[in-house]
């Protein structure tokens, strides 16, 4: 590979060839690639101005093709193309205005695969202006927003009513709750067989909701549970290699997947899926991601990492939900198309159970099983918890160790804790921080040996699966397809509360209620407040994990991030509503009502509305 170039495409590396010739200039050359985008490509960066971009150029075997030169920034792109035959210099006058990094691009465009292109002597080279009639561009040229265009009138209005509402909650929150409600949610007026039955009634319910869409204008159609888009077919696709190969390389897999295997689901037969994977030398004991979505992509055709004995494929995802799934499933015996099937039947039993231990965490700290019930139905109506039970992304069952360690806290048993916390972090490696959470909780309320209970097991846990990443993919941490760590960014916390395709406030507009009543118990002694103390510290450093993420969720509906702590927002919106007065309850319960006219049409058409905004779920199409 020539040093700072390498080839545009990630397949037919053998189209791309190079030579260090003596007494002569290095040549690259591209041959049998069809199409218009083989290219050799460099990164540079470059200052505002205008630059002249030029090459040697020949050309061999053209037919309605030739050499190009390009050059990119962002989506903005200029180019120019040469059908020559022998050697000849060609250039092209770019104005850029805003400087930073742009690709640079020597390549071939042909519809035959008897075309070869060379370049030499490439340079771009800033000047003060181009010469008369030559080949002129203007690349990334920013036209001024207007006033309406820069500003989210949506968002805008979003603020305004949660600033309005938040504000009378705020006001009203502290009292004691009025005797219409008194009843309802003060007593335990509900009897244990009558919880028994209302559970029993949404484990029906979710099961039910895995084999049924709904489409405005057409209605309600029985489906089969199929991995959709994102990642969720590549959970699929390391399930059926556990189950049926035994192991956890996956270059194999996806081959199969081309040829119309069933292996990442039916959806995916003879679909060449985008690897989110680690490619692992064996030899240098090095690994890269091979996923073009990555930030941290490997360089196309670095033959450190092209496919061979020395080189094998994993998934970039962690491997501890793929393991579970495919351990639950396998008693089933399964064959390679059974495998959604079984899953989703699994994975909305763990949404339901993840339900169930929200209600034990609420009767842990005191609620009546009245107002436990209730923190269920917030969860279940009105968030993207029900759009998850039906969902093959891990969230759900992340949900669940964290409501686990939070009740296993609360109620003093800091070893089950410990193992929810830490079966949570297998699953999202990131997550770990809500353990660091809960040990600095324990320390400052002085209970050391609580904390050091905590810390021994997550260490216990997490020490193993780290020298298990290690052998498989020659690193500790697996955890997605870039790293979790890109630098703080004021625009993430932005993006994850008021982003409109993945935004917790625009979807869970009830969670503000949440956050309020966290930040106020963090300065409470009170009895009362002793499950949303638990809450806050974890959930601050949660906040700034997201603003180091850089990536935001991807291609998924809602705001998946968040999905593992509604539970823990639905104990302490009830916790706190339950001694609120009745303009707060007010106010509660228009957020709460929006939220459900968008979660359960949202959990009914999912998932045709990924990286949508919430009311997409009530339009057709």
Known sequence: MPDYWHPSRRSGCESFQWARLKDAPGKLSIVNAPGDDAAWTQTVSVLPGWYDLGAELQTRGAWMGGAFLAIQQGKSFASAFW???????????VHIFKGGPVEVQCGLTSPNLRTTVSCRNVSLTKIAAPPAGARQFELAKQQPLSFEEAINWTTVWLILLLGTLGF????YADGVAFSATAGTISTDSLSTRGVVVLFGLLLAGILALTRIEWTPGAGFSIVTPQAARSDEPHYILL???????????????????AQGGLDAGVRFQNVPLDRHTLLVNKRTGHHAFASIDSPDSVVPCDPEFILADDVYEVSAHPPGFSMLMALAIAPFHPSV????YYAALVLAIISWLGALMTFVAGRGVGMSRAKGMFAVALLIGASSWLAYSRSFFPEATIGLGLIVALWALTTDRPVVAGFGVAFAAILKPPLAVVGIGFIINEFRAGRRQNAIKLGLVMALCGAPMMVFNYWLAKTFVISGNSSWLRGASLKSIYDTFFEPGHALLYFIPWAIIAFIAIARSFRSDAPE???LRQMALPLLLFLVLLSCSGTGPGLCYGPRYWVPFLPWFALATIEDVSRARRPALVACGILVLI??????????RYPDIFSRV????????
């Open 239 to 257: 399930i059926n290699s556990l189950l049926f190969d035994h192991d956890f390389e996956l270059q194999d897999d996806y081959a199969r997947v």
């Open 614 to 621: 919430p009311w997409a779920a009530w339009k057709a199409g």
């Open 529 to 531: 407040a002793k499950l």
């Open 168 to 171: 009378i909650y705020y006001r």
């Open 595 to 604: 939220a459900a006219l968008f979660a359960i049409p949202g959990a009914l």
């Open 337 to 340: 198309g059974d495998a959604e």
């Open 83 to 93: 059908p020559s035959e022998e050697w000849a210099r060609h250039d092209i006058y």
